[in-house]
């Protein structure tokens, strides 16, 4: 028997407990090794209808899409129309935020590797026509900077729907066309769709959300997030066996199922180098390459993505020709991602993917001087504060389109490494950390990161 073989069969028996345990609707699996691939799935992909999810079931990727994104600038890189250390302006002469000279200095590479520095939770609804994303950027004038372009790494999906337009402009073509014609094609996918109205031609998973700690998850009321995303994760769906035939395409340094070149080898390479380090964030990776997240030192690469009530994780390790993907659409798929994930990949490579972080029972008691005060972005303002027994809170009041779907919380925070704390109790069956980085010239942090930087407003 196979390794391949062997592990289909572990999926077939495991996989159905595992959701069951962790309140996972459904999910499906795919493992890429060596040129071949391996699929399952198991549960419903909608509890309202009750659906099974079966392998060519198409669930949403989410930030997932930032590789694909990245991808099709990189093809253009290859074509010599793209030059990644120019400014943005280069090709987008509209584009501006706020801090008009730093919008003069952000580089195509910036955008790629979350260093930009201006705010990136944005998520203005600007319609479903092809020329979304195009509106989208024009909304961008009152985004804040953060902090100077290069200086440090904050999660931003702004900046993938800007590098999303730039390829639009270098293509004469709508995002979604892009994909289609650059990627679906050449890579002979066949159970991808880039809106809803393409998914609704397969079966398709619903997303589902837990009202309450502890409660059953429920069908989500909504699909997708706004159009205008997508170049940053908001549409793309598609089978586990798509996903992990483009992961192939990026294991043979761009060449597709084919043979066709799909990428340059020298520019699929340079996806996966260590661009920008982060602090210490749990499963967000050690480092960022372009689009890439690494981690176990550089042993794997990958992304996650997270829409409304479905998670998708993507895992490759470039050495040994392997790719892991697994799609799920609610409960608590960190855990699932934990078990399944991790099995496979030691399984074919003996590589052991970091657990999520826990708290430590014993964790001492801090002087967090240094944390307390408020921070804020767009998605949400956030207090830490101190109280007479020595203990560390985090506030956290959702704003703009996360207040419809999140309510306030407030959660102690304990030691973990340094300046990291992290959550005593889990949020969204994770225990979160929160990292506290550089300095406002009084001694105290500037930025609370927790993979995006939210800036200090008060003290």
Avoid at 37 to 63: M, P, R, W, Y
Avoid at 72 to 77: E, G
């Amino acid at each position: 028997m196979s390794k391949l073989t062997e592990l289909a069969a572990w999926l077939e028996s495991r996989l159905p407990a595992v959701l069951a345990e962790h309140q996972v609707p459904g999910a499906a699996v795919a493992v890429y090794a060596g040129g071949e691939i391996i699929d399952h799935a198991a549960g419903v992909l909608n509890k309202g209808t009750g659906v099974e999810a079966d392998v060519d079931s198409l669930f949403q990727i989410g930030s997932i899409t930032k590789i694909w994104t990245t991808t099709l600038a990189l093809q253009l890189v290859g074509e010599g129309v793209l030059d990644l250390d120019e400014p943005v302006r280069k090709y987008l002469p509209e584009f501006t935020i706020a801090d008009q000279e730093a919008a003069a200095r952000i580089t195509v590479r910036q955008l790629m590797c979350h260093t930009s520095g201006f705010e990136g939770d944005i998520f203005t609804d600007t319609g479903r026509g092809a020329d979304c994303v195009e509106k989208y950027v024009a909304t961008l004038g009152d985004v804040p900077q953060l902090f100077a372009p290069g200086e440090m790494f904050s999660y931003n999906n702004a900046a993938f729907c800007v590098l999303g337009r730039v390829v639009e402009v270098l293509r004469g073509k709508a995002y979604n066309d892009c994909l289609a014609d650059h990627l679906f094609v050449p890579l002979g996918l066949t159970h991808a769709a880039a809106s809803p109205y393409e998914a609704i031609r397969y079966r398709a998973a619903l997303g589902h959300l837990t009202p309450e700690p502890g409660a059953d998850p429920q069908p989500a009321g909504v699909w997708a997030l706004a159009a205008s995303n997508a170049p940053a994760g908001s549409m793309l769906a598609m089978r586990p066996r798509d996903l992990v035939t483009f992961a192939g395409m990026h294991l043979r340094d761009g060449e597709g199922p084919d043979g066709t070149r799909v990428l340059s080898a020298e520019n699929a390479r340079a996806m996966r180098e260590r661009v920008v380090e982060l602090p210490d964030l749990g499963l967000m990776g050690e480092a960022w390459g372009l689009g890439w997240s690494l981690s176990e030192g550089g042993a794997v690469v990958g992304h996650d993505g997270g829409t409304i009530g479905q998670s998708a994780f993507l895992r490759l390790a470039p050495e040994h020709g392997v790719a892991v993907a697994l799609l799920t659409n609610g409960g608590h798929p960190i855990a699932v991602y934990t078990k399944v994930v991790g099995h496979l990949l030691k399984e074919l490579t003996g590589i052991e993917l970091a657990v999520p972080p826990v708290p430590d029972p014993a964790a001492p008691r801090i002087d967090a001087t240094r944390y307390v005060g408020e921070y804020s972005s767009s998605v949400a303002d956030i207090t830490v504060s101190q109280d007479d027994d020595g203990r560390v809170w985090v506030e956290r009041v959702p704003k703009g389109i996360f207040a419809e779907l999140a309510k306030p919380e407030k959660t102690e925070l304990v030691a973990m490494n340094g300046d990291t704390l992290i959550l005593a109790e889990p949020m969204q069956g994770m225990y979160l950390p929160h990292a506290f980085v550089g300095d406002d010239g009084t001694g105290r942090a500037l930025y609370l990161h927790t993979g995006r930087a939210d800036r200090r407003v008060r003290a």
